[in-house]
């Protein structure tokens, strides 16, 4: 940084110099005198010395003075005229004063131009680039010895048991040899972010006391051909220098995607790095100790290449954990803090599904956070509930004032979406309903899973919409009218009907085919090939069958309501009264008489 600040001085200083030049020049033109005065004062004998350089006359007249004056272009007799009066004059050669010099006068703004881009330039990348090529920063080829060791790793034991051999190996690789065992180059571990990965990496490290080396995959990607593939021949050296040791590369998927793929035609850059990573792995002598782990959430976009035998040849899938796995890592985490005695870490894990280990890790830290907000000297079931809520819907925003219109407004929208999640049988346990804006939403009704589902049925499918579509059918029920408020149910609607149109099978019009979504990522190259599988008359039937659906759950959610319009005007009320209500109060309230 210091370096780009000097260029910029220098830079500055140039163009100074440049304009006081400029100046001078000016000024010494300041006692020019015109022409005819100059041949007056020759013919009365009054000039010395003369200097002709083109059309430009500097002279020195008797009295010591200099002037200068312009002639007409070629001012004839001139030669004669100055013989005849005695005046000493010598004739230069234009711009003889440093050629080079004015070259470079002129050129000097561009120059400074130059510079200054390039100082950007670097300062885009973020680093000394320019000069230390190839090198990965210091920060990022940094060698650790890793002290994380399998304990810290919970919930995810396929994942660790298919790594312990791994360890095994780079603990004693002799032995391992001798009993037969074929040793992999490269693991490839897929998983989410944030189900750890890197963690497991660095675990494997920790428990065989090897050396660890972490880079990641956009760490190779630079804007000059050659860079990335030149850090990848640097950390290879460095590794082969101190075996056994792990190089993990987190996010291959940057590097190793589909070579000649993409929008754009093939990243020049992007395939050279990932060829020298392959050539390096298929370097490796049989013993060398050096392990390659890699980590990735999309393996489906990864060269073929480097799933080859001799290179990435084990994958290991690290899946999010279920309720049991949650409950392990939570008890990791919760080491860290003081729990409640009362505490039940397994209704927290039941509340979490769908969290990967990182989630986890910050649940407990916003917990410990809000616990401490609170001056409190243990965490209580109720600081998680209220971590997790801000984890999944944002924070409270208490501070937004709506209007009572817009509040009742909401109440309706929340109480309708809570009456039909209440009373259906298919779907989760509603666990509460706030009209308290969080995030980018002014009310939330939330849902629980009830036990560990990984897969959804027709049937819960089809309550869920109706569930998504109650919010705006209890508008248009109280009010004939709709707000905006429903834009993101409707979303949420609208792409889960297409997937069960598209992915999962359930239109009996389409049958059971598996049509691509164009929501894919289109950079990804391969989903462009795939998109064209559908042709239009099955896209015409998909969007038909889509809004069939839709407009179905719509039906169904109107009739819902209708039937039990007096119960969401109470659970409206109450909504209004009380801001959140929870499940089990909800189910209190639905089972009142009228009044
Ligand atoms: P990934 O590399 O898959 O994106 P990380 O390994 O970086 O995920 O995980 C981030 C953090 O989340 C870890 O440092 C760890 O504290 C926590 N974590 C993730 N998975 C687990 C787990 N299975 N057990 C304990 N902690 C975990
Ligand atoms: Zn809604």
């Given at each position: 940084?210091?370096?780009?600040?000097?260029?910029?001085?220098?830079?500055g200083?140039?163009?100074?110099?440049?304009?006081?030049?400029?100046?001078?020049?000016?000024?010494?033109?300041?006692n020019?005198?015109?022409?005819s005065?100059?041949?007056?004062?020759?013919?009365?004998?009054?000039?010395?010395?003369?200097?002709?350089?083109?059309?430009?006359?500097?002279f020195?007249?008797?009295?010591?003075?200099?002037f200068?004056?312009?002639?007409?272009?070629i001012?004839?007799?001139?030669?004669?005229l100055?013989?005849?009066?005695?005046?000493?004059?010598?004739?230069?050669?234009?711009?003889?004063?440093?050629?080079?010099?004015?070259?470079?006068?002129?050129?000097?703004?561009?120059?400074?131009l130059?510079?200054?881009?390039?100082?950007?330039?670097r300062?885009?990348?973020?680093?000394?680039?320019?000069?230390g090529?190839?090198?990965?920063?210091?920060?990022?080829?940094?060698?650790?010895?890793?002290?994380?060791?399998?304990?810290?790793?919970?919930g995810?034991?396929?994942a660790?048991y298919?790594?312990?051999?791994?360890?095994?190996?780079?603990?004693?690789?002799?032995?391992?040899?001798?009993?037969g065992?074929?040793?992999?180059?490269?693991?490839?571990?897929?998983?989410?972010?944030?189900?750890?990965?890197?963690?497991?990496?660095?675990?494997?490290?920790?428990e065989?006391?090897?050396?660890?080396?972490k880079?990641?995959g956009?760490?190779?990607?630079?804007?000059?051909?050659?860079?990335?593939?030149?850090?990848?021949?640097?950390?290879?050296?460095?590794a082969?220098?101190?075996?056994?040791?792990?190089?993990?590369?987190?996010e291959?998927?940057?590097?190793?995607?589909?070579?000649?793929?993409?929008?754009?035609?093939?990243?020049?850059?992007?395939?050279?790095?990932?060829?020298q990573?392959?050539?390096?792995m298929?370097?490796?002598?049989?013993?060398?100790?050096?392990?390659?782990?890699?980590a990735?959430?999309?393996?489906?976009?990864?060269?073929p290449?480097?799933?080859?035998?001799g290179r990435?040849?084990?994958?290991?899938?690290?899946?999010?954990?279920?309720k049991?796995?949650?409950?392990?890592?939570?008890?990791?985490?919760?080491?860290?803090?003081?729990?409640?005695?009362?505490?039940?870490?397994?209704?927290?894990?039941?509340?979490?599904?769908?969290?990967?280990?990182?989630?986890?890790?910050?649940?407990v830290?916003?917990?410990?956070?809000?616990?401490?907000?609170?001056?409190?000297?243990?965490?209580?079931?109720?600081?998680?509930?209220?971590a997790?809520d801000?984890?999944?819907?944002?924070?409270?925003?208490?501070?937004?004032?709506?209007?009572?219109?817009?509040?009742?407004?909401?109440?309706?929208?929340?109480a309708?979406?809570a009456?039909?999640?209440?009373?259906?049988?298919?779907?989760?346990?509603?666990?509460?309903?706030?009209?308290?804006?969080?995030?980018?939403?002014?009310?939330?009704?939330?849902?629980?899973?009830?036990?560990?589902?990984?897969?959804?049925?027709?049937?819960k499918?089809?309550?869920?919409?109706?569930?998504?579509m109650?919010?705006?059918?209890?508008?248009?029920t109280?009010?004939?009218?709709?707000?905006?408020?429903a834009?993101?149910?409707?979303?949420?609607?609208?792409?889960?009907?297409?997937?069960?149109?598209?992915?999962?099978?359930?239109?009996?019009?389409?049958?059971?085919?598996?049509?691509?979504?164009?929501?894919?990522?289109?950079?990804?190259?391969?989903?462009?090939?795939?998109?064209?599988k559908?042709?239009?008359?099955?896209?015409?039937?998909?969007?038909?069958?889509?809004?069939?659906?839709?407009?179905?759950?719509?039906?169904?959610?109107?009739?819902?309501?209708?039937?039990?319009?007096?119960t969401?005007?109470r659970?409206?009320?109450?909504?209004?009264?009380?801001?959140?209500?929870?499940?089990?109060?909800?189910?209190?309230?639905?089972k009142?008489?009228?009044?």
């Amino acid at each position: 940084m210091k370096n780009q600040r000097n260029i910029v001085i220098i830079a500055g200083l140039l163009l100074f110099g440049l304009f006081i030049y400029q100046n001078s020049q000016m000024s010494k033109s300041l006692n020019q005198i015109p022409f005819s005065d100059f041949v007056t004062l020759v013919k009365e004998k009054k000039v010395s010395v003369a200097t002709i350089e083109e059309e430009k006359i500097t002279f020195i007249t008797i009295s010591q003075d200099e002037f200068i004056t312009i002639m007409p272009k070629i001012y004839p007799g001139l030669t004669n005229l100055l013989y005849d009066n005695n005046v000493k004059f010598k004739v230069v050669e234009s711009s003889s004063n440093g050629l080079l010099f004015n070259i470079l006068i002129q050129w000097l703004p561009m120059i400074v131009l130059v510079v200054i881009w390039i100082v950007f330039m670097r300062q885009m990348q973020g680093g000394n680039r320019i000069m230390g090529f190839g090198q990965i920063k210091p920060k990022k080829q940094s060698k650790e010895s890793s002290t994380v060791t399998f304990d810290d790793v919970a919930g995810i034991d396929e994942a660790k048991y298919e790594l312990v051999e791994i360890v095994e190996f780079l603990k004693n690789p002799k032995k391992f040899q001798n009993l037969g065992g074929k040793v992999p180059h490269g693991v490839l571990l897929c998983g989410q972010p944030g189900t750890g990965k890197t963690l497991l990496a660095r675990a494997v490290a920790g428990e065989a006391k090897v050396s660890f080396f972490k880079v990641s995959g956009s760490d190779f990607v630079e804007m000059f051909v050659g860079v990335g593939a030149s850090r990848v021949r640097d950390i290879f050296k460095q590794a082969r220098s101190q075996p056994p040791c792990i190089i993990f590369i987190d996010e291959i998927d940057a590097v190793g995607r589909h070579r000649g793929s993409g929008l754009g035609g093939g990243n020049d850059e992007r395939e050279q790095t990932l060829n020298q990573i392959l050539v390096e792995m298929d370097g490796f002598q049989v013993n060398s100790g050096i392990i390659v782990i890699a980590a990735t959430n999309r393996p489906d976009t990864l060269d073929p290449a480097l799933t080859r035998p001799g290179r990435f040849d084990r994958t290991v899938i690290v899946n999010l954990p279920d309720k049991n796995g949650r409950k392990k890592i939570l008890e990791v985490h919760a080491k860290k803090v003081k729990l409640h005695p009362d505490i039940s870490l397994e209704s927290i894990a039941s509340s979490t599904q769908g969290f990967t280990g990182a989630d986890l890790q910050n649940l407990v830290n916003e917990a410990a956070l809000l616990a401490g907000r609170k001056a409190k000297d243990s965490l209580t079931e109720i600081d998680f509930e209220e971590a997790r809520d801000k984890i999944l819907l944002g924070t409270e925003r208490k501070s937004l004032t709506m209007s009572d219109k817009e509040l009742e407004a909401t109440a309706y929208h929340e109480a309708g979406h809570a009456l039909i999640a209440a009373l259906s049988e298919q779907l989760d346990v509603l666990h509460k309903v706030t009209i308290i804006p969080r995030g980018r939403t002014l009310g939330v009704t939330m849902l629980l899973p009830k036990d560990n589902q990984s897969l959804l049925t027709k049937g819960k499918l089809t309550a869920m919409l109706a569930m998504l579509m109650g919010g705006r059918a209890a508008e248009e029920t109280i009010y004939n009218h709709f707000t905006t408020g429903a834009h993101n149910d409707l979303e949420r609607a609208t792409e889960y009907s297409h997937r069960m149109v598209c992915n999962w099978g359930m239109s009996k019009k389409i049958g059971p085919f598996y049509l691509s979504n164009s929501n894919n990522d289109v950079f990804l190259g391969r989903d462009m090939v795939k998109q064209k599988k559908m042709s239009q008359k099955t896209a015409l039937l998909v969007d038909k069958e889509v809004k069939m659906i839709v407009n179905k759950s719509y039906k169904t959610a109107l009739k819902i309501i209708k039937n039990n319009l007096s119960t969401l005007h109470r659970l409206a009320k109450s909504l209004l009264k009380e801001e959140t209500l929870s499940g089990e109060e909800v189910l209190a309230i639905i089972k009142q008489k009228s009044t």
